[in-house]
């Protein structure tokens, strides 16, 4: 005798319920992203990197303290 749990089907959704999600999904437009909006050219990145450097040291302060 097995005693395995037999496998249920995914819930499906209705077709009210389809065509609600289908509407809502139409009814704002995408947000602009602003780091898509700024393109990524070697000064953007290496500002980016730089300004990176506190979070960097934090989080390798902490990764030695976990690893005490």
């Known amino acids: 005798m097995s ?3 037999p496998i249920q089907a995914a819930p499906t959704m209705s077709p ?3 065509a ?6 139409y009814v704002r437009p ?12 070697p000064t953007t990145c290496r500002r980016d990197y730089e300004a990176g450097a506190d979070v ?3 989080a390798t302060r902490q990764q030695a303290r976990a690893r005490r």
């Open 56 to 58: 960097r040291a934090a």
């Open 3 to 5: 005693t395995a749990t």
């Open 20 to 25: 609600a999600h289908e509407q809502a999904s």
């Open 30 to 41: 995408p947000r602009e992203s602003r780091v898509l909006a700024e393109p990524a050219t």
């Open 16 to 18: 009210a319920d389809v």
